[in-house]
């Protein structure tokens, strides 16, 4: 069989972030969409907006260890739109984990301008689970950032990369009055 028909014969499934870092909320998402496609690729934004902690590099590599029992997920570095690399990877279905209502607004916007831009790409919503429901990035870094614990929000390892990065942030803001987070 060709790369190609073999890309569209399998089920692939598109799961995007900034992973910054990567969670156990994310990491559940992964694994339950492992579950229902032939292959995941989890896409790490690399020019995000956000002002990322980690690197694009040091975020895929985190991901990949986080990922690696997972024989089905692959992750890669992204950078443009979401849907040219759905093209480039034969995916026709996005998966993105939903934690609550203020998620599913925003989350339906990008899951409509997605199929605008590319008409038959769908997204799958799945529901984080309910004891990882407060889990977020942004406030993984913000504990992290106050001295606080992350244990049961993210891995070991990762809380060990993020309480680093916390003690560098700090240090970099403690002369400005830079926003940390
Ligand atoms: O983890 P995040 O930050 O919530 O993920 C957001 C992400 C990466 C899914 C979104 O920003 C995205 O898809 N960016 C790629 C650029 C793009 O395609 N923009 C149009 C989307 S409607």
């Given at each position: 069989m060709s790369e190609k028909k073999q890309k569209e014969w399998r089920r692939t499934a598109l799961l995007p972030g900034s992973f910054d870092p990567v969670t156990l909320g994310h990491l559940d998402i992964v694994i339950r969409a492992a579950r229902l496609f032939d292959q995941v690729v989890v896409a790490v934004l690399e020019n995000s907006s956000k002002h990322p902690w980690f690197s694009a590099e040091g975020r895929v590599l985190m991901a990949q260890r986080e990922m690696r029992a997972l024989k089905n997920v692959r992750v890669v570095r992204f950078s443009g739109l979401l849907v040219e690399l759905?093209?480039?990877?034969?995916?026709?279905?996005?998966?993105?984990?939903?934690?609550?209502?203020?998620?599913?607004?925003?989350?339906?916007?990008m899951a409509r301008m997605n199929a605008h831009l590319r008409p038959g790409l769908d997204?799958?919503?799945?529901?984080?689970?309910?004891?990882?429901?407060?889990?977020?990035?942004?406030?993984?870094?913000?504990?992290?950032?106050l001295g606080g614990s992350v244990k049961g929000l993210v891995s070991d390892k990762v809380a060990l990369a993020v309480e680093?990065?916390?003690?560098?942030?700090?240090?970099?803001?403690?002369?400005?009055?830079r926003g940390a987070i």
């Open positions: 759905a093209a480039e990877e034969g995916a026709k279905v996005v998966v993105r984990g939903v934690r609550g209502g203020a998620d599913l607004e925003y989350e339906t916007l997204t799958v919503f799945l529901p984080s689970s309910p004891h990882l429901s407060h889990i977020a990035s942004r406030l993984v870094r913000e504990i992290a950032y680093t990065r916390a003690g560098e942030k700090r240090a970099e803001d403690a002369f400005t009055d």
